[in-house]
Each structure stands twice: as C-alpha cells, then as structure tokens.
C-alpha cells in the first residue's frame, strides 16, 4: 500500500498520453492543428451569426452558443494538455483540477441541452412548420439558452459537491491528460466508496447475468 496515514494531496500528477519524443512531437503537431482549427472555425460561426442580420433565427442563434460553448470546452484542456506534453513535471494543483472538472461538466451539460434545443427547434419547423414562429419565438429561444446552462451548472455542482469534500491521501496519479471525475474518484481514500464501487459492480454484473439468461429461453 503507497496509502500514507494523514498525508493530503494537494495536487495530482497527470500522467499524459506519450513518453517518447517522436511521439510527443506527433501528437504536439496533431493537436495544436486541430485545437486552431476549432478556434478558428467556432469563432467564424460566431463572426457570421452575430455580425449577419439575415441569421437572427432561432437556428443560427442557438448554433452560435454551440460555437460558443465549443471553444469554451476545448480550451478547458486542449491548452494545457498541448504545454504538457513537454514537461517532465506534469503536476496539477487540486484546486484547478477541480476546476477543470467543474467547467468540462458545465460545458458538457450545456453543450447536450443545446443540442436537444437545436434537435426540437427542427422538429418543429419540419412537423409544425405552420406554428414554428409561434412556437419558436425569441423568448423561447432564449429561455432554451437559460435553461440549458441552468441544467449544466446543476449537472456539475452535484456531483462537484460530491468529489470535492472526498479524502484523498494515497498515490494521486491521473492516467490521463485531464482530471475527470471518473480517475479523480479513483484516487479517493474511503473505504465506504470501495464498498459503494463493489455493490454498484454487483448490480450491474447480476442485471448483466439475468439479461443474458432471459436471452437464453
Ligand atoms: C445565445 O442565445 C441568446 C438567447 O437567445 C442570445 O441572446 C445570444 O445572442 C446568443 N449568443 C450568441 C453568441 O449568439
């Protein structure tokens, strides 16, 4: 056990995807290329939404909060991950590894309301074209904006609030080039979130058992 008794962790090592210099030098080219493209081709949708008068329809005004959110979540990590990558001493401090996580869920939560947003908007156009303007007015259109972030902000602070009072005192690497919530529970010294980890296994492992034998008959 590297479980040290009182210790605190006060920041984690994220262990990064390449060791080797080719290696890293390949992935350096591979995302830095496309980090600019997503910030070049989000911040063009945002230039033509918010700049052409013939765009102020529901469509294209939830399109550019995508845009908007997109660069929002690929600067998250892409940044920090691309830095990473040539440094020895890839450590991050636990307050912005708890950042990080909190604006990756926020985002994430926004990005899949918007998305529902966008997927009803059509609907209604395509199904009820004779109501659309009715029905997808500029209020409702910003109320889908609102309630989108509302959903991600609720999203992240629940299980933020979650993970950010868990104890964490043994071996604090992240096997990977951000924090989530998934590795960081991973690291945590509590012997009822084992326990809690080993029922949930069993249930699904049982409900997995029970399914392929109802498959049999
Ligand atoms: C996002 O949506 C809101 C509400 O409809 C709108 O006022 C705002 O202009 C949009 N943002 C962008 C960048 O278009």
Known sequence: MDQVNGSV????????????LG???LLFLFFSLFYVGIILGNLFILFIVVFDPLLQSPMYILLANL???????S?????RMISDLFSDYKVISFQSCMVQ??????MGGVEMVLLIAMAYDRYTAICKPLHYLTIMNPRMCTFLVVFAWVIGVIHAVTQFVFVVNLPFCGPNNIGSFYCDF???????????LKNAERVLVLVVFNFR????FKNCN
Not at 75 to 79: D, G, L, N, Q, W
């Open 9 to 20: 962790v006060t920041e984690f090592v994220l262990l990064g995807l390449a060791h080797s």
């Open 23 to 25: 290696m890293q030098l």
């Open 67 to 73: 845009s908007l959110i997109d660069l929002g979540l």
């Open 75 to 79: 600067s998250t990590t892409i940044p």
């Open 101 to 106: 996580i909190f604006f990756i869920h926020v």
């Open 182 to 192: 998934p590795r960081v529970i991973k690291l945590a010294c509590t012997t009822a």
């Open 209 to 212: 058992f029970m399914k392929s």
